[in-house]
Each structure stands twice: as C-alpha cells, then as structure tokens.
C-alpha cells in the first residue's frame, strides 16, 4: 500500500509539474532562436577537435562535462581583458562582467552579446539553462538566475573551456 501512495504521489506531482516544464523549455528555444544569426559557425569533425583540444578541454567542450570546483586557475584572475572560447577563440566575457560567485567557478553575469546560445539541460532531472559557444558549440556551462545586478544571471563556466587574454 505505500509502495502505491508514492507512486501516485510521484506522479502527481510530476503531472503539476509538466505546464511549467513545457514553458521553460519553450522559453529557452526562444532565446536560443533569437540569438546569434550574424556569428559563422565552426565545424569540425571529432578527430579534428581531439586534436585541437586537450582531453580535459575536449570532454567539457564536446561531451559536456564539468571539470572540478575551484581548479581553475581562471577563478583569481583579476586582470583587465577578454575572456573567449578555448575551443575557436570567440570572445564571450568581457573581464568587467566577472565576479567572485564563491561557487568555484569563474563566474559572469552577462556574455558579449550574441556570444553564447542556450538549451535546456534535464541531465539533473531538474531543468537548468545550458551555455555554449555561438561559434563552435563549445559547452561552457549553466545559467543561473541567483545572478548579480545589474542582470541577475549567474554564467556559471568552465575555466577549461575558456582562454584569458589580458588587455595590452
């Protein structure tokens, strides 16, 4: 009998859950669909790209892992300059929009516009924002919405996955 009360439990409560699911969903297509129509996309083959990047770099980028908290060297980096893809060397984060999240993560609270594209990611079974690169795909990480001003979104990335290049 208990066994039954949960199961329909359960279920009840994923049936409440299936109207906000389909909007969220729907609501990340959007903003996928209107982002990005001027950047030229970069395709390549697997071989190509593991050959490009190192095998950490190519499980985050293509097989979109997550690499450790607070292993980024990228984390303390408080210099002025660009932050871009490491996988085709877009520019996706200005240095002036990262912030200190204390998640372990470096951590943006707004992209180069039309740098990224977003999908949503049930890999947790809870629905999250997933980032990439606009130009080659890249996984870079996910967006939150626990975020600070002025934009309230926490980019929430990889250090792996991205290049710092310090203003001259």
């Given at each position: 009998?208990k066994?039954?009360?949960?199961?329909?439990?359960?279920?009840g409560?994923?049936?409440?859950?299936?109207?906000?699911?389909?909007?969220f969903?729907?609501g990340?297509e959007?903003s996928?669909s209107e982002?990005?129509?001027?950047?030229?996309?970069?395709?390549?083959t697997q071989?190509?790209?593991?050959k490009?990047?190192?095998?950490a770099?190519?499980?985050i980028?293509r097989?979109e892992?997550?690499?450790k908290p607070?292993?980024s060297?990228?984390?303390?980096?408080?210099?002025k300059?660009?932050?871009?893809?490491?996988g085709c060397d877009?520019?996706l984060?200005?240095s002036?929009?990262?912030?200190?999240?204390?998640?372990?993560?470096?951590?943006?609270y707004?992209?180069?516009?039309?740098?990224?594209?977003?999908?949503?990611?049930?890999?947790?079974?809870?629905p999250r924002?997933?980032?990439?690169?606009?130009r080659?795909?890249g996984?870079?990480?996910?967006?939150f919405?626990?975020?600070?001003?002025p934009?309230?979104?926490?980019y929430?990335?990889?250090?792996l996955?991205l290049?710092?290049?310090?203003?001259?």
């Amino acid at each position: 009998m208990k066994r039954r009360t949960l199961l329909s439990a359960g279920l009840g409560a994923f049936c409440i859950a299936i109207p906000s699911i389909i909007a969220f969903i729907l609501g990340m297509e959007e903003s996928k669909s209107e982002e990005n129509k001027s950047i030229k996309k970069l395709n390549l083959t697997q071989a190509q790209w593991k050959k490009k990047l190192t095998p950490a770099q190519y499980h985050i980028l293509r097989e979109e892992g997550t690499e450790k908290p607070f292993s980024s060297a990228l984390n303390n980096e408080k210099r002025k300059g660009i932050y871009t893809c490491a996988g085709c060397d877009l520019p996706l984060f200005k240095s002036e929009m990262k912030y200190d999240s204390g998640t372990g993560w470096p951590s943006f609270y707004d992209t180069i516009t039309q740098a990224v594209e977003t999908k949503a990611d049930f890999k947790l079974l809870i629905p999250r924002t997933e980032y990439h690169c606009a130009r080659c795909g890249g996984h870079q990480g996910h967006v939150f919405n626990d975020g600070p001003k002025p934009t309230g979104k926490r980019y929430c990335n990889n250090g792996l996955a991205l290049k710092f290049i310090p203003k001259t």
